[in-house]
Nanobody, 117 residues
């Protein structure tokens, strides 16, 4: 069982930046996919970014070039750095980790990100 604890987020103005952190009890970066999702009111859950076991990271078109995933494997923590934030980025953000290819995720508790214009 992988336990994930999120921190960061909050409020920002349009064009600003925020960082989200996800501290995991453990993971294997060569076997696990590490991802960020978001859920906005009235919208379906969206996968924002996923770091694959081979080291590649895929981003949703809506955040490409603005969001970045990084890892600190020493502390089993991964991050989502968000810049050039837009009001449409407002959502509850969730981190997730799971064995790649299984479709099974362990989830963080979620954190609110609110971007004002």
């Amino acid at each position: 069982q992988v336990h994930l604890v999120q921190s960061g987020g909050g409020s920002a103005q349009s064009g600003g930046s925020l960082r989200l952190s996800c501290a995991a009890s453990t993971y294997s970066d060569s076997q696990f996919c590490l991802a960020w999702f978001r859920k906005a009111p009235g919208k379906e859950r969206e996968q924002v970014a996923v770091r694959l076991a081979d080291g590649r990271t895929k981003y949703a078109v809506s955040v490409e070039g603005r969001f970045s995933v990084s890892l600190d494997n020493t502390n089993y923590t991964f991050y989502l750095d968000m810049s050039s934030l837009e009001p449409d980025d407002t959502a509850v953000y969730y981190c997730a980790a799971g064995l790649c290819g299984t479709g099974l995720w362990h989830w963080g508790q979620g954190t609110q990100v609110t971007v004002s214009s």
